[in-house]
């Protein structure tokens, strides 16, 4: 392997030092002078790379969204594990969403409760290799919470809040439930999002926060509508700012029955395919009716694995369901009652 012979400062080399046991592959030496002597430390490090076990099912090397450049120590423990591979019907969400981060920075994504939205961000974060800022904007987040405060008393103790930690050190900015978000904390984000590229910090004496060249941005809602009690029409002008938009909806709808979502069923708890099925019948069908507006829910794939775990266990169908969808869906004595019904039917058949 080239050795590349580098002059670094003392400061310099040391945290390189420290960083390489992490990130070895390539070797480097570097020469240090303090006064007239002179020493060579060689060390290994490497860029940043995923170690996902799903990077090999996606088209995506050709983005790469931080070349070359190592995210601290410190924040290594940002970046997602172990998240569990994503199903699709061939809509490649994964790479048009890295795509669309590669090239404007930021992306949208829009659709019903459970149809993933926030695994897929993390899924996308764990393969591009980003740690994650994560905020919900519900109705109580204040500007004060994502931008920062002072603390005690005295103009002393500032402390950065989420927004302005992603600005400063990179990574994934994940704002969910966007549209639930404060007008005025849409305005403080706008000049972040353009050509501007900054925060100013009018709370301390303006100081300005460039964003840094690896700070990407995901926002996530679902549609609005009276359903999703807090939604509103996002700002027109935060909106004008989301390059690209991703539609989200369910594999398995109504008599719509993804082969997908059964195998992963399958390939996740074990349970037969019969089983498998009928579970996931059940699920398109209480998704149908959700969409509907007959139920306040439509199960995520996660919540029937959950189901089927039960199951695998030595539960049977219906005791299973009780402890998860029927509970899960809503505390209306009617409504559970009304998914109890579709259980049985379909597993009686």
């Known amino acids: 392997m080239k050795q590349e012979q580098k002059t670094a400062s003392l400061g310099y080399a040391t945290d390189a030092i420290k960083g390489a046991a992490q990130y070895a592959t390539k ?28 990077l090999h099912k996606y088209d995506i090397a050709k983005y790469d969204l931080h070349p070359g450049y190592i995210f601290p120590e410190s924040f290594q423990s940002l970046i997602p594990s172990g998240t569990p591979e994503y199903v699709d019907s061939g809509q490649r969400y ?18 019903p409760s459970g149809t993933g939205k926030t695994h897929i961000t993390y899924l996308v974060a764990e393969l591009t290799g980003l740690p994650v800022w994560e905020v919900n904007c519900d109705l109580q987040t204040s500007s004060y919470d994502l931008i920062g405060r002072f603390i005690g008393l005295g103009k002393e103790n500032w402390v950065d809040g989420q927004v302005t930690s992603w600005l400063r050190f990179g ?32 709370e301390k004496d303006n100081e300005i926060v460039s964003r840094h060249p690896y700070a990407y941005l995901i926002i996530s809602m679902n549609p609005f509508s009276a359903e999703f009690a807090g939604t509103k029409p996002l700002n027109a002008a935060f909106r004008r700012r989301m390059s690209v938009w991703v539609n989200f909806d369910y594999e398995s709808v109504g008599e719509k029955i993804s082969q997908q979502e059964i195998n992963l069923l399958i390939k996740r708890t074990n349970v037969d395919s019969d ?4 579970i996931i019948r059940v699920g398109a069908e209480m998704r149908r009716q959700y969409k509907t507006g007959d139920l306040p829910y439509g199960p995520s794939i996660g919540d029937l694995i959950h189901w089927a775990v039960l199951i695998k266990d030595g539960s049977d169908p219906l005791s299973a369901a009780e402890e998860t969808i029927v509970a899960l869906t809503s505390d209306s004595v009617e409504v559970q009652g009304d998914v109890r019904r579709l259980v049985e039917s379909i597993f009686k058949t």
């Open 27 to 54: 070797t480097e030496s570097f020469s240090l002078k303090r006064g007239n002597s002179k020493i060579t430390v060689s060390i290994s490090k490497r860029r940043e790379m995923s170690q996902s076990p799903h």
């Open 94 to 111: 994964v790479e048009r969403m890295i795509r669309a981060l590669y090239y404007f920075k930021q992306c949208a994504l829009i659709g």
């Open 171 to 202: 990574g994934l900015l994940y704002l969910d439930e966007a549209n639930m978000m404060k007008q005025d904390v849409a305005t403080r984000l706008n000049p972040v999002l353009d050509t501007r590229g900054h925060l100013v910090l009018t």
């Open 275 to 278: 089983t498998a099925y009928k």
